[in-house]
DNA sequence: CACATGATCGCCT
DNA sequence: GGCGATCATGTGG
């Protein structure tokens, strides 16, 4: 049959359209991408993530990252050096994106980080749509992805090279930024008790149980 | 609200 | 062959 699962889904959600000019956003330089990983993991917050699809801009204001720090991080798919075709992405310059897909039916969608060579990453977990969108929409690292329609065929794309998929921001930083321990990397062992995850405390978009906040 | 479970398959050992 | 960087739905308190 025809089926078709979350993971072929590359239709952007008709309620994100935005316009990026109207905003007065503009674009991180390539050298933002080279700084520490965590840091960059915080700075994301308040950024539009945002993807052309047939002339028109979607988007969402990114409220929940996470850090993952490379061969050193259990929790990381770099974790040990670890070099295969799906992570590859990982190890290009700062800038890139990583996408995999989980379970079997899920997308992550991640930003590189740091230097070519060193396989860091940001994953967004969570963003905010225009305004007067259901707060539900992207709240979630695979929702976040359904929702803009990004899938595993975005993998290894340059945010920066002026393409369909991009990375907005517009001089504000985030100024109430939330600091958890990761979601979902209990297999980890100590570094999934690290403090890597970061989320917009002023957001309701930020994903998991009220626990987890 | 707090769990528990099933879906579904590519990736890695 | 085992297991996820998840989510929606179901149960029970």
């Not at 992570?87 to 995999?100: A, Q």
């Not at 070519?116 to 929409?137: F, S, T």
């Not at 794309?157 to 930024?177: E, M, P, Q, V």
Request: overall charge positive.
């Amino acid at each position: 049959m025809g089926r078709l699962s979350s993971k072929n889904r590359s239709i952007p959600h008709p309620l994100l359209r935005f316009a990026p000019e109207s905003l007065g956003l503009t674009e991180f330089p390539r050298s933002f991408f080279h700084q520490d990983t965590a840091y960059i993991a915080r700075r994301l917050l308040g950024a539009w993530l945002a993807r052309r699809f047939k002339g028109q801009w979607y988007g969402g204001r990114i409220v929940e990252t996470e850090a993952y720090l490379g061969s050193g991080d259990a929790a990381a798919h770099s974790r040990g050096g670890r070099r295969t075709p799906r992570i590859e992405p990982m190890y290009m310059d700062g800038g890139h994106l990583y996408v995999f897909l989980v379970y079997g039916m899920h997308h992550c969608t991640n930003v590189v980080t740091r230097p070519a060579g060193i396989a860091e990453a940001v994953l967004l977990r969570a963003a905010e749509g225009p305004q007067g969108i259901p707060i539900k929409l992207l709240s979630g690292p695979a929702k976040l992805s359904s929702g803009l329609g990004i899938t595993v065929a975005a993998s290894g794309t340059d945010l920066l090279s002026a393409g369909n998929l991009r990375l907005f921001h517009n001089g504000n930083r985030c100024s109430s930024i939330g600091t958890t321990r990761r979601i979902g990397v209990d297999y980890a062992a100590e570094a999934a008790e690290w403090p890597l995850r970061f989320f917009d405390r002023r957001s309701a978009a930020v994903s998991g149980p009220a626990g987890l906040k």
